[in-house]
């Protein structure tokens, strides 16, 4: 009895990990191979515990189930309820006029610039992108060049630092 669950649990598992490479981890992935290693394991099995012709049958019937469960996966568009299928339209800065800064208006950093994020200039908030690296967060920042709507600052270095 022993030797039957230890090759079903192996022929499940083995589909388990093909399922989950075909539908969650995409790629040749470790899901992957684990799949291939298990039920690999678990035919090996049933031909080393039952012999040639119930091992024959189980590889005939593990094959079957592997190639229907791809199928079905990919026919009922199953994949499609993982899948995002939503896309970002919108543009840095598109709400607010970038006409009203200059190179050199004075602002405050509200996040932290790695090298992009969020700082207040003239009453608004703007996306920047620091050219110095990082910046903290209620750093004082100065507007260097502006581009279309990206605008590229520098910290302020206060004497006390």
């Known amino acids: 009895m022993i030797e039957w669950l230890t090759v079903f649990f192996l022929l499940l598992l083995g589909l388990i990990f093909l399922l ?3 539908f969650f981890i995409p ?9 291939v290693i298990f ?26 189930i592997n190639a229907v469960s791809v199928f079905y996966g990919f026919k009922s568009n199953l994949w499609q309820k ?19 800064l200059n190179v050199g208006d004075i602002g405050i950093t509200k996040t932290i610039l790695r090298p992009i994020g969020d ?3 003239s009453g608004e908030n703007f996306e920047v992108r ?3 690296g990082m910046i903290d967060v ?9 581009e279309g709507k990206k605008i590229f600052v520098e910290e302020i270095k206060s004497l006390t630092n």
């Open 39 to 64: 039920s690999g394991a678990g035919v090996y099995l049933s031909y080393s515990y039952f012999g040639s012709d119930v091992g024959n049958i189980i590889f005939l019937i593990t094959a079957a």
């Open 138 to 146: 209620n750093k004082q920042i100065k507007i260097v060049r502006i």
């Open 119 to 121: 700082a207040e200039i």
């Open 20 to 22: 989950a490479e075909m």
């Open 82 to 100: 993982f899948a995002l299928n939503k896309s970002i339209n919108s543009k840095v800065n598109e709400d607010i006029p970038v006409y009203i």
């Open 27 to 35: 790629g040749i992935t470790i899901a992957g191979i684990l799949s």
């Open 130 to 132: 620091s050219i110095s």
